[in-house]
């Protein structure tokens, strides 16, 4: 059993013993061993009991309870508080916005029991009568239960992109299929999938039906599927899939009309037909050959959304997508200093080791208590720990930054003399999500005017399936950062995503530099650079306009220049 399968059954059981009202001491020891859990390396599992009592944050009988979990996969006093609690309200602990004290209310007060019997007695008004409640709560768990329901088996990319893998795998190998490629929004890259579509070649359909559910996991919804597809799950998958069967011949074909987005191929092009109509009467080999045929450049299938891309393809102004290659530094980054799992020379190191030139180290600033940020003395102590790890490191630089909390009013939370201590600065809201769009918006408006800040981070705070970000005013936001000459983050973490893929375009016709960072909080994060290269990608973003597309000599020019601003303007 890996670490996080673990942590994830301890926070169900803190969350339980919240529910069942136990002492609230023993839940606070709980949260504060998860909180330690989460970044410890070692393999929990391969620990012994005495082992386990070691670790910070970890006393006895937490250490017995991981060892039960190690041991029979559950807890027993987990196993106890499923006997006692309802599923629907389990399935409720994990609702945001409402802690497990309230639902215990819900459940003992009204007999509550699932989240449909809540929907129904928050409609009629009997959850704000609550003591402790009252109408905005009420309003909050009906919007959570609707986001909730609305996004229930949807998968973030990353997700959808590994069950896809999975897939293909199992498909590849079976004799009456040939080849089998993404398609739909999955091929289009978007940042939510509802449904796993893949393209399948075959000659006979039939057979290829029956060779796929002959296969271990692969459950067919026969209502759903139809003479050209299969629909179905696979085993622990709650996501569905659809196999789209084709023809060899008609392969290329059947990918650009599933592939494409409605919008897309809807569009009138050239002989006042569609895209539409034109693919089923053109004559073409490839994607290529299609678009040529009807008098466009060639259009990349994350573009294919019906957006900007058909005009510039037909005036040849397409972007030059930018590529992994391109990408020169990491900018954005956590290290143990504040909540990252590895330490800042571990994060150095290895990123160089993947053939980047730089590092930007911006752990949380000191208004992020709950995430360990840095204080002053803090600062002074990595900013001298990096200046080592330079020389030793030389020519790959590490950058001296900060992601530092924008407060309620637009302020970041340190003094102007701390600031100017850092390379850069990432200037992030992590706190007071619940603003309506305008203050949010002249909250970042704010913080986008103090000439401190470099990059605005994660714009709207939201987590793609979990929470909805606070609204803003992007276009407000964007024209901000043009006229102050502030880069926006897409943050390429899968569940962030943010900024948004529509509104990168806006953002580069209004001169804005994109910095495509992972917000890495260990070395493995790193990794997530590939989902922002994509969301960057989908809004048609190129080298040129990508920040961290800048080799050293060049961001370093940037950085200094930024500040140097600071001083013209005092
Ligand atoms: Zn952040
Ligand atoms: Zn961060």
Redesign the pocket.
């Known amino acids: 059993m890996d670490n996080r399968s673990i942590i994830k059954q301890l926070k169900l059981q803190a969350a339980l013993m919240e529910l069942h009202d136990e002492n609230s001491f023993k839940i606070r020891g709980f949260n504060n061993a998860v909180f330690n859990l989460d970044k410890v390396e070692v393999e929990l599992a391969t620990l012994s009991q005495q082992e386990l009592e070691g670790l910070e944050g970890v006393g006895k009988s937490i250490a017995t309870t991981i060892y039960e979990i190690v041991q029979k996969g559950a807890s027993q006093a987990l196993e106890d508080y499923f006997e006692s609690t309802p599923q629907g309200i389990i399935e409720l602990l994990d609702m945001k916005g409402i802690g497990p004290k309230k639902i215990k209310v819900l459940w003992k007060e009204l007999g509550i029991e699932s989240g449909h019997e809540l929907k129904e007695a928050a409609n009629s008004g009997l959850v704000a009568n609550l003591k402790g409640f009252g109408e905005k709560t009420q309003q909050k768990i009906i919007e959570a239960l609707e986001f909730k329901e609305a996004n229930a088996n949807k998968l973030h990319y990353a997700e959808a992109e590994l069950l896809a893998e999975v897939l293909m795998e199992e498909l590849s190998g079976l004799k009456n299929i040939g080849d089998v490629a993404p398609t739909g929004a999955l091929r289009r890259k978007m940042e939510v999938i509802e449904v796993v579509e893949l393209l399948v070649a075959a000659d006979d359909f039939d057979k290829a039906e029956e060779e796929i559910n002959a296969l271990e996991g692969f459950e067919q919804d026969v209502k759903a599927s139809g003479p050209i597809k299969w629909v179905g799950l696979l085993a622990e998958h709650a996501t569905p899939i659809c196999l789209i069967f084709s023809t060899p011949e008609k392969f290329v074909q059947n990918q650009l009309l599933y592939s494409g987005s409605v919008a897309h191929l809807a569009t009138t092009v050239a002989e006042k037909q569609t895209i539409r109509e034109l693919v089923q009467t053109k004559e073409f080999d490839t994607e290529e050959g299609f678009y040529k045929a009807i008098g466009l450049d060639y259009i990349a299938p994350e573009l294919r959304e019906g957006f900007f891309e058909i005009e510039a393809a037909k005036n040849q102004k397409l972007p030059k997508l930018v590529e992994m290659e391109d990408l020169k530094g990491i900018l954005?980054?956590?290290s143990t200093y504040s909540d990252g799992k590895h330490s800042l020379e571990q994060m150095a190191t290895y990123c160089k080791e993947l053939g980047y030139e730089y590092l930007g180290m911006?752990?949380?600033s000191k208004s992020a208590f709950y995430a360990n940020g840095l204080d002053e003395d803090r600062i002074i102590k990595q900013h001298k720990e990096i200046d080592e790890l330079n020389e030793k490191l030389a020519p790959f630089k590490i950058f001296k930054g900060i992601?530092s909390d924008i407060l309620y009013d637009g302020q970041l939370d340190y003094a102007d003399d701390v600031l100017e201590s850092f390379d850069f600065i990432?200037a992030?809201v992590h706190s007071q999500l619940n603003m309506n769009e305008k203050k949010a918006t002249e909250r970042l408006l704010a913080a986008i005017e103090n000439p401190y800040t470099t990059i605005l981070?994660?714009p709207t705070g939201r987590l793609l399936l979990r929470r909805e970000g606070y609204p803003i005013d992007h276009k407000a936001v964007i024209d901000h950062c043009a006229k102050h000459n502030v880069v926006i983050e897409i943050?390429a973490n899968p569940w962030r995503l943010d900024l948004d893929w529509r509104w990168v375009h806006y953002a580069i016709e209004q001169g804005v530099q994109l910095s495509i960072?992972p917000?890495a909080?260990e070395m493995d994060g790193y990794h997530h650079m590939k989902f922002g290269l994509l969301t960057g990608r989908k809004g048609g973003l190129t080298a040129e306009m990508t920040f961290n597309a800048l080799p050293l000599a060049e961001i370093e020019k940037h950085f200094v220049q930024k500040k140097s601003q600071v001083k013209a303007n005092a």
């Open positions: 954005h980054n956590h911006c752990d949380h992601e990432v992030s981070g994660h943050n960072n917000d909080h």
